[in-house]
Structure formats: structure tokens, C-alpha cells
């Protein structure tokens, strides 16, 4: 086994804390990766704190990881010790499935397995995830890094980077689309840096004044605040494609008065508390209110090696583990700039000197 150091939560109510553990030792196909950065999502937050209602303490969050590979197990064809590697959300799934066999592995049928808070197929031990020295994946599910991408500004692509690029790719933004981005975080930013990379003219919808002259140079065509009705219904029933990632509580029936006939608002937030929803807005105009989860690892990589190619990466604030419990305050409040990285050299001298 592989003794880990980490940050835990053990329980929703306490804040994260050192915490040592065993990886498994590589099987046949497996990849161990010496983590050296990794993004906070919100969706960690959401986990540890229990607002999803599925926790198995103590959880290690993070999925959003980029490290060397220090060792491989002897089927592994893909990476090679000292490659840059990099792992999402996912770890593992059925691979039989009609989805896995589309590469829609995060439509699993029998059920993915997460990254944290799930459970193994193999050995049956709950998944740990990336506020961690290392990780043990497959080489499946692992994915490439190009060494174009600076590792740290990188880390963000695995989950903010694909759960944008999928559903803007699903719905086709491109040349002529007039897309909305709502919440201008983690995902947000990366929304409006694909949909104007693909071409598209893109509003940002946000809460926060201050994050206007970042959105515009960010590549927002418009910055709208949601909450000022007039500069909101000079764009009403314009859009195409909504894409709306905002983590807490709020309404929806706003942005679909936005979009065109036949357009298409797509939620990938996931607020603790259910909308309110009226049916008026989406009759009048037959528009359509959708989801969409995170993104297959042949997605992934095609995600990760267009970013590579044009130049883009999350806009990180790179930050030490032991100041991970006030970065979620500050993310509560919005105050991030885009993206959180733990920065993993913080974790190893803070276990070296234990
Ligand atoms: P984040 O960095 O905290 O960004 C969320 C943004 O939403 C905030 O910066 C803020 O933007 C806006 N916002 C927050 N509270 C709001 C409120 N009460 N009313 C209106 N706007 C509000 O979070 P993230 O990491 O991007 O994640 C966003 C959501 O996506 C989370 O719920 C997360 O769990 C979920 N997620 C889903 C998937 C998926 O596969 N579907 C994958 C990853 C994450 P402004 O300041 O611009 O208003
Ligand atoms: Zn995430
Ligand atoms: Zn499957």
C-alpha cells in the first residue's frame, strides 16, 4: 500500500484537516501519479458540507489533478514514468454499457465511479480524490497533458474546462450563436472563454459589478447584471443557448425569457435547493430547459488538447492546502479569480516536517 497525506473533511461539519491514508498498490493497467496541483471546484464544497445528501466520512475531495507519473503497472501503454498526467471527475466505470461504449462514461448505466466519495469496483473502498500527494488510476481514465499547458492554470480543465465544453459543443455554439454564460466562477469563465473561442458572440450574466471588466477581457462580447431589469430586458428573447452554472438557489425563469423561439437554456449548476420552475416561459417560444454532466474521457482529451492548441487555461489564484477552508468561505461569497489551485508542495513540506 502507499502511505498518502491529504486534507480530509470528517465530517459535513468540520472544516478540512490533515489526514493520512493508504492508496492501493498499482494493479495491471494503473497509473501513480505524484499530484502536483489541484483545482477547487465547487462541487467539493457541496460534497464535504453534505448539500448533496450522499457523504461517507472522512471524504478527500478534489478532482482536478495534475501531477507526474511515478510509476505504472506492468499492462500500462499510454504513459511512462515523468509524464505530465491529469484526472477528472470520473476514476472508473462498466465500459459495456450503451453509454460507455458511446465514450459517455459519465452516463454510465451501472453507475461511474467518482473520483471521491465513491466506491471502487474492484476492492470496494471509497474513492479519495486530489487534495492528496498521489493518486492510483487507471490509465483509462487518466488523461494526457500536453506540455504547451502550464500544469498549474491546467488543473481547472478537468472538471470547470470539460463540463463547459461538452454542453457547448452538444448544442452547437459556434459562428452566428449568441450564447449567455450565467455566474462568472470556476466553470463560468471557462464557458466564456470556449464559447468565444468557438466563435460565438457571448453575454455574461453576473451578480458581481466588479467582475465586469474581467468578463470583457475574459472575451464577453456584453456584461449584463442580472440583477439590473433594464440591462436585462434589452436582451430579452435574443439567445440562442444559455449556459447557466450557478451553484446556489435561483431563478430561472429570467434567463429562459432570454432565449430566441426554440432556444435551449442548459443548467450545469447543481444548488442544494430545487428551482421554482413556471411552465410559462418555455411554452411560450417552445424552449427547451436541459442539463448536462461533465464529459466522457475521449471529450476530455479533445477538450484538453483544443485548449492546448489555442492558448487557454482556467485564470487560477493558487493557494497553500492549509488555506483551503477560508478559500471555500471566499468562494461562498464569489470572491474568486477564477479559480482556487492548491498549490501540492504545501501538502509535502507540511508532511515532511510532521
Ligand atoms: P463557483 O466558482 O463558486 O462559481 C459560481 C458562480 O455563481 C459565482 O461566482 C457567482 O457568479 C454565481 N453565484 C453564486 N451564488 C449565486 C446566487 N445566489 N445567485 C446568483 N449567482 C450566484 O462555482 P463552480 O465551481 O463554477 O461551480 C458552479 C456549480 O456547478 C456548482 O453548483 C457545482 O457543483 C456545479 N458543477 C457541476 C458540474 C456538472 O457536471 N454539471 C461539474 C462541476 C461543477 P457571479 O459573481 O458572476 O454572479
Ligand atoms: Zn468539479
Ligand atoms: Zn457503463
Not at 477547487?40 to 475531495?61: A, F, N
Request: hydrophobic share 40%; with cysteine.
Amino acid at each position: 500500500m502507499l502511505p498518502t497525506l491529504s486534507y480530509a473533511a470528517a465530517s459535513a461539519k468540520a472544516p478540512l484537516a490533515p489526514y493520512r491514508f493508504e492508496r492501493r498498490d498499482p494493479r495491471d493497467l494503473d497509473v501513480v501519479i505524484d499530484i502536483l496541483y489541484c483545482g477547487v471546484c465547487h462541487s467539493d464544497l457541496h460534497t464535504v458540507r453534505d448539500e448533496w445528501g450522499k457523504g461517507e466520512y472522512p471524504i478527500v475531495p478534489g478532482h482536478e489533478i495534475i501531477g507526474r507519473v511515478t510509476a505504472v503497472g506492468k499492462g500500462v501503454t499510454k504513459f511512462k514514468v515523468g509524464d505530465m498526467a491529469g484526472v477528472g471527475c470520473l476514476v472508473d466505470s462498466c465500459r459495456e454499457c450503451a453509454s460507455c461504449k458511446e465514450d459517455l462514461e459519465q452516463f454510465c448505466e451501472n453507475g461511474f465511479t467518482l473520483t471521491y466519495a465513491g466506491k471502487d469496483r474492484h476492492d470496494g473502498r471509497v474513492t479519495q480524490g486530489g487534495y492528496s500527494s498521489q493518486i492510483v488510476v487507471d490509465e483509462a481514465f487518466t488523461l494526457r497533458i500536453s506540455d504547451k499547458l502550464d500544469p498549474a492554470a491546467a488543473a481547472p480543465l478537468l472538471c470547470a474546462g470539460i463540463t463547459t465544453y461538452s454542453p457547448l459543443k452538444h448544442w452547437k455554439v459556434g459562428k452566428g450563436s449568441k450564447v449567455g454564460v450565467v455566474g462568472l466562477g470556476g466553470l463560468g469563465h471557462m464557458a466564456l472563454k470556449l464559447a468565444h473561442a468557438f466563435g460565438a458572440k457571448v453575454v455574461q450574466f453576473t451578480t458581481s459589478e466588479s467582475k465586469r471588466e474581467d468578463a470583457l477581457r475574459l472575451g464577453a462580447d456584453e456584461v449584463v447584471l442580472s440583477n439590473n431589469p433594464e440591462q436585462m430586458k434589452a436582451h430579452a428573447g435574443t439567445f440562442d443557448f444559455i449556459l447557466d452554472t450557478v451553484s446556489a438557489k435561483h431563478d430561472l425563469d429570467v434567463y429562459l425569457q432570454m432565449l430566441k423561439r426554440g432556444g435551449t437554456m442548459t443548467l450545469v449548476g447543481v444548488p442544494d435547493k430545487p428551482a421554482e420552475l413556471g411552465a410559462g416561459a418555455l411554452i411560450f417560444g417552445r424552449r427547451s430547459l436541459a442539463g448536462s454532466l461533465i464529459g466522457g474521457i475521449a471529450e476530455t482529451q479533445e477538450m484538453l488538447d483544443f485548449c492546448a492548441e489555442h492558448g487557454i487555461a482556467s485564470d487560477i489564484e493558487k493557494i497553500n492546502i492549509q488555506d483551503i477552508n477560508e478559500a471555500y468561505e471566499r468562494m461562498l461569497k464569489s470572491d474568486v479569480k477564477y479559480r482556487f489551485v492548491i498549490d501540492m508542495a504545501s501538502l509535502k513540506k507540511e508532511g515532511a516536517a510532521a
